[in-house]
Structures are given as structure tokens and as C-alpha cells.
């Protein structure tokens, strides 16, 4: 393509700011908000990265009070940032050019649930757990789970996925049709509800992933499944993080359809019994889940076992209670703020990378002896049935030399994952921290590309500038 | 966007055309044919629209070749068309303005295996039994089947999927990467070999379903999957195409994971009976499939079995040997052709349509009742798991008034669909044929985000001119 870089990107003068303030005020009254700790909110948020506040933050109700916003900034070349409950970990939110944070978190409706269809359209400030909670009496569930209890319009943003992912797909597989704002605050439905389509571009899979840069998801449309009739849940110790993540791969390797496939390495584990007041074995733990009927579940975890064991895992314990499993999956979720207490004061440079499953123990191997060696705390979790593994070093941010081998650390990890045609995050996205390795990972032909679909989409550069693409 | 249509369309100039040619000849020697016979085979194939061959089809060998062409007509301006091995159904292959049609019948190699990874990366000409064949050994397969034996970047291209669907997802969720030649000769490739990514956009699923208009596709990477443990399938008889389709709705309901699942109208069972010298029950039928354990399969065909039951399907035939599941699915594949034997002398109108599955008795229903009251043959077969299937007008092209009314039967089943939140097309592409419903179907807002994709990554609308976009 040969494709210029982005438009030139600068702070909106102090005059135009003042009088879109004043605009968003006439238009919105209190849900438009200046104060310096709700900007700072909508800062950077998980992220080590320095917060750089909006300059205004705005609570839209519907996709129509969004397109308004969006049709003001675009006027005035204001950037818009979008926001959804800030537990994205790669400096999403943050506003380095300023702008206006778009917060869809009064985007609170569930608007259709078509049991039979096995979907639903909520708005974008739904979050997972309030979905799930609404579903549950009618025996369904959405499936993707990263953790943190996210809004969907996020999820899809950053093109989510988590735990469940290896046995239902990420927001790449789950997310049915957008409705979203376009830069020129345009509405835009991407696509129908059939279940598939042959029917022109894939709009959906456009904006899933972008990461707010082309658009403002206000709407999406989600495939939903069954309650599995059956559940069971278990740990199994390994006597060494490889040992654990070849089980992964021969698990993985021979169909089964296992649910979740977590692993943790000793390190985390540690921090998890301290957390969450558990007694887990410190050894590295594959956590793993089965769905299905009955017989199905028995059936998968017999032939489970039988892989753990070949590679010396076990003994295996199960959770065979509802309120165990919770427990268990609990603590997984809380891993995150766990990690984080093995150093208080420190903060994690936490970061994903996803390899192709048969490079999975190496990868992992070898970033434990790179932490070794680096005398790094970095706890390692992973989502290990898809190759996708977290590593959340803590970094006293204080110390500048400590900052520095953490972000060597980080940038080694990722030439590491994309050594073995692994990309640079499964499940993070790119937001500011990723965006120096967009270049290796798909070469300057498909990164062009990409720049000219942002180009033509937003010319001016002001959906969430300065995310995925530095220039 | 208002967006302006695209780049205007006309056929090259003699003089231009002559001096390519001249040029593909000097470099590609007698793999550049100009014959009329060539020309005409690589027009419209199975579609009853009137044949529009290119001016020259040059055969490339390796997608360093498609690019030198690309790069020949690119700067002349000339129409580019892919061509696989012709088995689209609406017209994706006709060169409405002239140009090269780029034949991939030549890039015939299976480049990497990745067993250990389950995926395979291949090149464009390759068919889907082809890969099959090879794969037998390994222990997997590929199972995207669109019933011809297509190309698997004809596949990738039209979005195809088939029977295996409901299952095993559609050429979406089945190719990793892609790796592409653009308007301009750049070669691009769109992704990782990472099971998962939230790297930057999806360029992968932007090029799947663009049918051509975007890029020419030259490899494909697709997810494979292991051969299933154990297989069993069947017919069930239903007393009305509606309770069939009923007991279709019930079955995805319930999540059972039901590898195949197809209708076949009465109608169209009595053409496969002819035509594949059978003795189905001539009446509407499921024909499912289940893959598995022993014990799983077993499972749910037992549950299947109750749900048939309660719509009064049965009694239940079994196909337990290999060669009798061979023989109903070579049935089943031959469906087009069997139909086609209804009405010797006649061309069929084939299309598709999906619908959300809730919808989806209604939809096959009223379809029904206006073949009768428009006095049509038109048998119906689908893969009605997805709530997608095919109806089949046998029409009379001398005679013009029935070719009219078997378009304007076609255009009340896509409006019937659309008004059903369901698609114009659940898996044949919009090529030719499907273009006027794309603005009923996506709305003003959404094709012409789209046509804003395709001018600007196709500036010159060289690529597939005339397919999706009527303008």
C-alpha cells in the first residue's frame, strides 16, 4: 500500500476544548465531568504506564447520545477515548493527546435474550458477570471469561478471551454482531443474526480487536450456550512447569474437549495461598475444568489423568462441590491482585504472549530461566490450552535500572513467543505497551494494511489516537 | 462515511490488453491462454447468469507469481479475477470487464503440516479432498465441506462452509492466516500461527468472504482437527419438512454437539434416489452424523433419537458401516447434480439463504408453500443446524416469463430471510447474483463502510470488479 502514516496527531487547543466542554455540559449536564480525579480514573488504569488523563469524561445512555459526542469531537477534531470499566492492562484508556473519554458504563441494558436463538444484544456496559448472573435461571451462559469482570463492549474491544477460551473460542467466536459509532458518528450495524453469513466484509471481526481505533462499540449482539449439565473441576501438581504444560499439549493434542486448562507455576501458586487462604500444593498446578453430561465429564477426566500421569502429575484432587469450584476459580481470578502482594509496593509490568501449543513448554521453560537469571519476581498463569501465557513481573518503579531489565525482560518474552510464530498477546491487546512489536510480528506490508484501514475509516486520526499504531 | 462508489468500471482498451498479453506471454509462455474454449470455462461456471469469460487466464505457480501479474495489471489498470475450480454458485468467476483470471489450479502444494499444532498451511489450488487425502494417515482432517470439492482458497475467499458446520464452524473460525497478494502486487500475510491473538486487526477475516475484491489469496494456514474416535450416522423420516426442522431447533437447542445435520426435502429425495440409485423413504428427511467416543456417540444419538421422536420423525436407519455413510453423503453431494436431473434441459436457480435457527421452520415452511403456489420444481436440501439451506429452481431459460418468475422467487425468499434477521447468503457469497440485497441487508451505514474498505485497499477497483458492489 505504501501507506502514509497516520494523521499528525496534537493536543486540541485549550479554546476548542473549552467550548466542547461547554457544549457536552448544555448537552449532558452532570454526566459530563472535568473534575481532575475522574479524568485521572480514566487514566491508564492497570497499567505501569504513566496516566494521562482526558480532558473530559462524558456518561452517554444510548448509542444515539454516543453518536452525538462522537459528531462534536469529530467537528472540532477532538480525540475520543472509550471507556469501559478500565481493567485493560496495555494503556488503553489513556489519553495522550487529551480528549474525551467516552465512559459506557450507564450503558447498562440487556436488550434482547433469544433463549432459542442461544443468543443476546446487551449494551456495551454490560459487564460479564452481570450478563451471566441475568442468564443463569434461563440454563445459559456466555462463556468468555478474562477475569476481571469487564464490560462486553471491552471484551469485544480488546478481542477478550480467558479461561474458557479453549473450549469456547474468544470474542473472535463469540460475538454474533456490533452496533457501533462510527469516527464520523455514523451508527453502523455489522451484521445479522444468522448464525453465519457469506454476505460481504466481515465488519464484525473488523472491529473486534480494534481496540476503540475505528469505532465506539455501543451494542453486541453475543452467542450464548447451554449450562453444561455436568461440571467438575480439579488440581493436579507437576514436578516441573514443563512436565505440566506437556500434558497441556498432549491433552490439547488428542481432541479432548476439555473446558479450562490453567496453569500456574509455583511462584503464583505461593501467592494465591496467601491471597486467597488456600493450602494448594507450591508446586507448579495445572487447574483444569470439564463440561458436558455426565458420563462425558467422567469420561474426559479419566482420559485426563491419564496424560497428567504420564508426564508425573497428580495426585489429582478434584472439586466436586459447587462452592469448592468457586473457591478454586476464585482464586484463579484473583491471581493478578495475588501476584501483585508478593511485593507490596511494587508494581507488575504484567503482559501476555500466546506460541503455537507445541512450542508452549519451551516458551514457558525458558522464560522461567530468563526470570532466573534476571532475578525477577514474575509469577507466570496462563490460559495454557490455547499457548497463551501471562507473566506479571514486579518492578520496584522507583528504581530505574529495576524498570528498565523489567521492560528488556518483557520485550525479550515477546521476541522469544514470536521466535516460535507466536504473536505478542493473545488476549491483552496492543494499547500503548505492544504497539513497538507490531512491526515484527506482521512484517510492514499487513501493518500498512492495517494503517490503511484506519486511514480510510478515520482520516482524522481521532478514535482513541495512539493505541496499535505509534505513527 | 459517505462514501462515493467506487472507482468507475470499464474494459481495458485493445491495445492495453494486447500489450499484456504480450508481456504475460514473454513471461508465463504457454501458461497464458487466450483460447476461447479456456475463457469461456473460467466465466461463469455453475451459475445460470450468461457467461462473461476474461480476456486471458494465465496459470501462476507460486504467489510470487500471482504477484507479478497483479503488478502487470495494476499499473494497466486491468481487471484481476480469481478463479479456483469454478464451483461458485453466483457468478464470483465472471469477468463482467474483461481482464486476467488468474487460475490457481497449478499452486497445488501442501507447504508445512503442523500435527503437533493442528494446522496445516497449503497453497490456494489445493481442494479440500485433496488435503483430506493427505491427511488420512495423520489421523486428522479438515472439515469445512461445501460439498464440491472446491479450493481451498475458494473456500477461504467465499466465506463456505457446509455440512460439517454446525460443528466444526465455518472457513471463519477455520483458517488461522492467510497469505495474500494485494491490488498493488504486495504480498501480504495476515497473521501468526498462534491459536489466538489480540494483535492489531483482523486482516485474516477481513480477506475470508471477500470473494476476491480485496486480494488474491495464495496460502492458506486452517486449524485442523483430529479424525474423530468413533462415527455414526443416519437417516430420520419426518412427516412434514416443518416437524423435520422442528426437531433440528431442538436438537441445537439442547447444545448437543451434533456433527452433521441436513435436510432433504421430499423432493430432493426423490432426485437422489434417481440420481445415486437409492431408496430413501421419500419423504422430507434428516440425514445427522455424530462424531466422538463410543460412549459419547452413543450418548447423542440416543438424545437425538427422543427429540426426533417428539415430532414424530422415525423410524430411525442406521448407516453403522463406512461404506454405507459413504454412499448417503456421496448422495447428499450430489444433491445439486441430482436435483439438476428433475428437469433435464432445465438451469437451476441455486441459492441460499440463512436464518437465526428459531426461525428457521417458518422460514422452510412458508418457502415451501410459494414453490407450490409459484409452481416451481425447486427441491430444498440445507444445513439446517445453522438454520441455513438451499432451494433449487428449475427454470426454463428459453422461456422468459418463468425465468422471471424464478427471480422474482428468489428475491421474495431473500426478503422472506432478511425480514427474519437472517442473511441473503449463509454460505455462497454475494458475487453476482446476491448484490442487490446487500443494502436491505446491511443497511446504507455498512456497505458503505465496506465500499470505503474496498476503495482503500483497491483504489483502481481492479480486484474482482463487479462482485459485491453493484457501484
Partial sequence: MNAPHLAPLERPSEATLKSLVAELQSRFGSRTVTSAAVREQHGH??????????????????????????????????????????????GHVNAPFGGVSIDTSRMKRILHVHEEDLDCTVEAGVTRKELNEFLRDRGLFFPIDPGADASLGGMAATRASGTNAVRYGTMRDNVVSLRAVLPNGDIVQTARRARKSSAGYDLTRLLV?????????????????????????????????????????????????????????????????THSKLDLPEKPLLLVEFHGTETGVAEQAERFGAFAEEFGGGPFEWATKAEERTRLWTARHNAYWAANGLRPGAKPLATDVCVPISRLAECVDETKRDIAASRLIAPIVGHVGDGNFHVQPLIDMDDSAEVEAGIAFVDRLVERALAMEGTCTGEHGVGQKKMKFLESEFGPVALDLMRTLKRAIDPHNIMNPGKIFSV
Fill in 45 to 90: 488504569t492497570l497499567t505501569w504506564l504513566a496516566n494521562q488523563p482526558p480532558d473530559v469524561v462524558v456518561y452517554p445512555e444510548t448509542t444515539e447520545e454516543v453518536s452525538e459526542i462522537v459528531r462534536l469531537c469529530a467537528a472540532t477534531r477532538v480525540p475520543v477515548i472509550p471507556f469501559g470499566i478500565g481493567s485493560s492492562l496495555e
Fill in 209 to 273: 480487536g480494534s481496540e476503540g481505533t475505528l469505532g465506539i462499540l455501543t451494542e453486541v449482539t453475543l452467542r450464548l450456550h447451554g449450562l453444561p449439565e455436568a461440571v467438575s473441576a480439579g488440581i493436579c501438581p507437576f514436578p516441573s512447569v514443563k512436565a505440566a504444560c506437556d500434558a497441556v499439549i498432549m491433552t490439547i493434542q488428542s481432541g479432548l474437549p476439555i473446558a479450562r486448562i490453567e496453569l500456574l507455576d509455583e511462584v503464583m501458586v505461593g501467592a494465591c495461598n
